[in-house]
Structure formats: structure tokens, C-alpha cells
């Protein structure tokens, strides 16, 4: 047993009874391959994912490829989840290097932690031989590998965005002018390309593997309540209705996957994760009155998210694996022979045309299915009954692993999504768990300096702080709710103004004071989530319009006016901020 039996995360946790002797990220790691004249291999990942369990079991589990890392190298195992600042610098470095980027993520690097080889998932014979090569570079190439290390941090520091001087229309400390911080042309030209980008026969952007993006979809609803632009509002009721009916959801108990395979959201990657879930809550929440699908697909994800995410603590988990017991699906798909033996050969024969299954040609692997929506059955009253025992016969089932950790930006996500869904539909159990976990939080994150940590096991705060995401969302949550937990964002929007400003308008994602890395992260681009800095400016906006607080809303105009150039050149993955820029141009009229 190694050093991760006592770590927090649930991921590390996993790796505790390798033979690799991993270390968590410390100074006291850093100091020990500093000590050793040996080289970091850092290898960062997360509990769900099916890549990384493979190369845990082909690779950490093996005593062979574990003899070679112990004696080269300090291993570093991190939780992408619990320490996304590691994971945002190592991820630069790894694009810098290969051109793309994923987990696992394969990392060596200096004691002092400058990378200078990285890469993703290795298959056993590759990463024996990697583990080789790079041992004798470092015993004998050395200025090599520093020049190298050196080249790569020197690039990435300078591959972030462009972004625009704003003080001089906005002074830091006077008010900002009247005009929007960005043209409404410009919001009209970023709306037509997210369209350009949009797929008109399923929905969503761009081909497979297929994500949800909901700060794209959110922009475009933004923007069609602010031109009346039916075509943005078809897109987005076109993609929501397509993500309803496809394997991305899950047509028993409801709740969407990360992503689908395919273009159409026919197979999904089975794990499901609290972010996708508390998003996408919102859009079909925000979608409730456009058609019944819509709204029972917001009741079904409210309720799958109180019932399955729910912690004993009252905040919520963070994701499900996307196998169980090492295979996807498993829990999840049928055989024909399944429905039969579940259902009884009519209701089997029904249940496959209400479900889009052609008994001859499977979705899935292994001749099974993944459950589809092609259109609501006529006999309502049959559908629900087969969906409840189906239901229960997939509980009987081996179940994909929960990792239970609470992290502060997703719980803060959820308690918005929650906010949102109970005032468009008066639902009080949402409300009343919206608020457990604001109080969760609260109680276990929030330390009396008013610093917030990124995450949390069973009631005990990860020593990880929070990050720019994480004070912006949680800020953003406790402003939904109003009342008393209005004062609570506020302090968090102190923090956010105090440490996380870049000095001109924008937001670094680590606070001033936090660990120094190689470089200091400052993204613009959203991820499956709208990024730290849209976050910022979309809860300083809210706090404008909960408090009257002009402050907040030229603290908002800056932020959206400094990466305004970063905005004009990517508008698809900066739609957070133009939904917030949006939402700023509304609400001046």
C-alpha cells in the first residue's frame, strides 16, 4: 500500500494498493525527486474514467512496469477533479507537445515541476519502453530535456488568449460608460457563427464524440430573447429534444451521460457527471413551458439529481463511473433476450418499437442496446409501466461506482440548476435541497477567512483551494436563493475581486496567494461548463441586479470588454461570456 489510502480523493484512493509507490502533489514529492536526481512522472485522471482504469490495470497494477517507475522516477498521482490548476497547466503542456489532450494525462517533468514529455493513455509495451527512453535522456541528455522543458513552458505561457486594454474606458476604481462592453454586432456575428458550427439534423455542434455544450446553448437562448432570433431558439429546442430522445439520456430513470459516440446521442460514454446534470436541469427548466417532453425531462433530471446525487453531508456527488465492474454498459444495455426475460415476449415486442430497437441489428456492443426515444408511445399508461419494470430489473444489476466527492463549483451549478427549476415550477423539494447544499457547503468549504476548498470526502475539506470557478459558481448558487445567503456571496465575490483580478479588468483561475506553478492559468474558454471567468462576470451581474450594487456591474463590463478579442476569435468556446454579455446588454436597456 502506498501514500494514497490517506488522500481525500476517491480517485487516489483507487490507486492506493498499486505497486507503484505514488505520492500525492506536495513539496515534500517535489523535494524527494529533487533529493533522488530523478525525474516527476505525473499522472493525472479522474474517477470516472474508463481510460484511466484501463491503464491502472495494464500498467500501475503491474509489478513489472511498477519496479521501473519506483526506480526512476517519484510517481505523482492527482485528481483532475480535485486540482483542476494542475490539471489546466499540465493539460497546456501536453498540447504543447502532442497536439491534443486527454486522460490519462502522462507527464515528466523536472523536480521543480517543468514538463518535458507528456502524453495520454499508454498502452503497457509502449509505456515500458517510454519509461526507458526517458531515463536514459535524463541520465545523459539533461541540457536537452531542460531546453525543452524550458521551450514548453515558455510556449504555453504565451499561448493564452489576446486580451483588450479596458481601463482606459473603464477606469479600475470610476464607473463604466453606458455603452455595452461588447458591440451588439459583434453578439449577432458570434450567434451566426455558433449556428455555422450547429449540426441541423441532431442537434448540438460539430460531429462525434458529441457533447451536450450547454453555455452554447445557453448563449443562443440569450440571444433569442434579446432579438427575437427564431433560428437560435429552433437550435436549441431542436438539440434539447434530440438529447431527450437519444441514448445520452437515460430513458428509465433519467439523468444524461458525458457524451455521445456517435452524431446522433444514439450510444452514450455511460458516466454521468453532476456538471452535465445541473446544466442541463437549467436548459430544461428554462425550456418548461415549450412542450411536454421538455418538462418531463426537467422533472425526471431534478429528480434523478436528488435522489442519486444526494450526499449524507446534503451536498451532491460528483459523478457515476462509465463502467461497472470494468465493463461500459454493463448496467445500462439490454439483449433482446433481456427485455424477454424481464417483460415476456408482448411486452418485449412492444417495448423494442417504443424504444427504437431492431432486434437483428443491436446499437450497442456485444448484441446488446442502449434504450432510445424515438417519439412518445400512444398507450402512456403501458409506457410507464414497462419503464418501472425495467427499472427494476436494472437495479438487481451490479452498479457503476459513485465517487461521493463534493466539489465546490459543480454543488454551486446544482444549486443554481435546482433554484431555477423550483421557481418556474414551485417544486419545493428542489428548493429545500438546493438550500441543504448551500448550507453543506457553507458549513464544511467555507473556512472563517472566507477562503473556500475545492472539495470535499464525507464532511473533511480537501486542503486543494478553490479556484476562480469555484467561488464564481458557488457565488452564482447562493444568489439564486436569495435572502440571507445573498451576503454569503457577496464575501465570495470579495475574494473573487481581492485575489483573482489580473490587474486589468480579467481574472486569473488561481488566487494570488495559491501554490505557484510553472504558469498561472487565465482561460476564457469554456469546457463542459462555462469557464471561471464567464462565471465571474455572469455572478457579478446577478449581484448587480439582487443588490443595486453599481460596482458589480462595471466589474462585469470589464471582465466581458477585456477578452472581447478572445470572444471574436473563438465565439463557440467563449459563449459563456457571450451569454453574459448578453444578459449585461439586456438588462442596461
Known amino acids: 500500500m502506498n501514500e494514497l489510502a490517506e488522500a481525500l480523493s476517491p480517485y487516489l484512493r483507487q490507486h492506493a494498493e498499486n505497486p507503484v509507490a505514488w505520492r500525492q502533489w506536495s513539496p515534500e514529492a517535489l523535494a524527494e525527486a529533487e533529493r533522488r536526481d530523478v525525474p516527476l512522472l505525473i499522472s493525472i485522471g479522474y474517477s470516472t474514467c474508463h481510460w484511466c482504469h484501463v491503464m491502472a490495470h495494464e500498467s500501475f497494477?503491474?509489478?513489472t512496469v511498477a519496479a521501473a517507475m519506483n526506480e526512476r522516477f517519484v510517481s505523482v498521482k492527482v485528481d483532475r477533479e480535485e486540482r483542476p490548476d494542475l490539471d489546466a497547466v499540465y493539460m497546456q503542456a501536453t498540447m504543447a507537445i502532442t497536439g491534443q489532450g486527454g486522460w490519462p494525462m502522462t507527464v515528466f517533468a523536472f523536480p521543480d515541476g517543468t514538463p518535458f514529455f507528456a502524453g495520454t493513455y499508454f498502452p503497457r509495451p509502449h509505456f515500458l519502453r517510454l519509461l526507458e527512453a526517458v531515463h536514459t535522456a535524463w541520465t545523459g541528455q539533461r541540457d536537452e530535456l531542460r531546453h525543452q522543458g524550458s521551450a514548453i513552458v515558455e510556449a504555453t505561457a504565451g499561448a493564452g488568449p489576446a486580451f483588450a486594454d479596458v481601463t482606459v474606458a473603464c477606469p479600475l476604481y470610476g464607473p463604466c460608460p453606458p455603452a455595452p462592453p461588447v458591440r451588439t454586432e459583434a453578439l449577432d456575428a458570434a450567434a451566426a457563427a455558433v449556428l455555422g458550427a450547429a449540426d441541423p439534423v441532431h442537434g448540438g455542434f460539430g460531429s462525434a464524440p458529441k457533447f451536450p455544450t450547454v453555455p452554447a446553448l445557453r448563449f443562443l437562448c440569450d440571444h433569442w430573447v434579446r432579438t427575437g432570433d427564431a433560428a437560435a431558439l429552433d437550435h436549441v429546442k431542436l438539440s434539447a429534444e434530440h438529447m431527450a430522445r437519444g441514448g445520452i439520456y437515460d430513458q428509465l430513470e433519467g439523468?444524461?451521460?458525458?457524451?455521445?459516440?456517435?452524431e446522433a446521442w444514439v450510444v452514450p460514454h455511460f458516466e454521468k457527471m453532476l456538471y452535465d446534470n445541473a446544466e442541463l436541469l437549467w436548459l430544461y427548466s428554462r425550456l418548461y413551458g415549450e412542450g411536454e417532453l421538455f418538462a418531463r425531462v426537467a422533472d425526471e433530471v431534478a429528480a434523478f439529481v436528488l435522489e442519486h446525487f444526494s450526499t449524507g453531508e446534503g451536498g451532491f456527488a460528483a459523478a457515476f463511473d462509465a463502467d461497472t465492474e470494468g465493463v461500459e454498459g454493463l448496467t445500462y444495455a439490454w439483449t433482446h433476450q433481456e427485455l424477454v426475460e424481464v417483460l415476456g415476449v408482448e411486452d418485449a415486442r412492444w417495448a423494442c418499437e417504443a424504444f427504437g430497437i431492431d432486434p437483428e441489428r443491436p446499437n450497442f456492443e456485444h448484441g446488446a442496446n442502449v434504450l432510445l426515444l424515438p417519439?412518445?408511445?400512444?398507450?402512456?399508461?403501458?409506457?410507464?409501466?414497462?419503464?418501472?419494470?425495467?427499472a427494476a430489473a436494472r437495479r438487481s444489476r451490479p452498479q457503476p461506482g459513485r465517487d461521493d466527492k463534493v466539489v465546490a463549483c459543480w454543488n454551486g451549478l446544482a444549486i443554481a440548476a435546482l433554484a431555477e427549476y423550483a421557481s418556474r415550477t414551485g417544486h419545493r423539494d428542489s428548493q429545500l435541497a438546493a438550500e441543504r447544499a448551500a448550507a453543506a457547503l457553507a458549513r464544511v468549504h467555507l473556512g472563517q477567512d472566507g477562503r473556500l476548498a475545492r472539495a470535499s470526502l464525507a464532511g473533511t475539506a480537501s486542503e486543494a483551494p478553490g479556484i476562480l470557478e469555484d467561488y464564481a459558481a458557488v457565488a452564482l448558487?447562493?444568489?439564486?436563493l436569495g435572502g440571507a445567503w445573498t451576503d454569503r456571496a457577496e464575501s465570495l465575490l470579495a475574494q473573487v475581486r481581492e485575489r483573482f483580478s489580473d490587474g486589468e479588468g480579467g481574472f486569473f483561475d488561481t488566487a494570488s496567494d495559491a501554490e505557484e506553478l510553472v504558469t498561472r492559468p487565465a482561460d476564457v474558454h469554456d469546457g463542459p461548463t462555462a469557464s471561471g471567468w464567464a462565471l465571474a462576470a455572469a455572478a457579478l451581474l446577478e449581484a448587480w441586479q439582487v443588490t443595486g450594487e453599481e460596482t458589480y456591474k462595471d466589474d462585469a463590463w470589464r471582465a466581458i470588454a477585456r477578452a472581447e478579442p478572445a470572444m471574436g476569435a473563438n465565439p463557440r468556446f467563449t459563449a459563456g461570456l457571450h451569454a453574459a454579455a448578453e444578459a449585461l446588454v439586456r438588462a442596461q436597456k
Not at 375 to 390: E, T
Open 61 to 63: 497494477e503491474d509489478a
Open 477 to 480: 448558487g447562493f444568489l439564486r
Open 255 to 262: 439523468g444524461f451521460a458525458r457524451y455521445s459516440v456517435d
Open 375 to 390: 417519439s412518445d408511445p400512444g398507450d402512456g399508461a403501458r409506457f410507464a409501466a414497462v419503464r418501472h419494470r425495467l
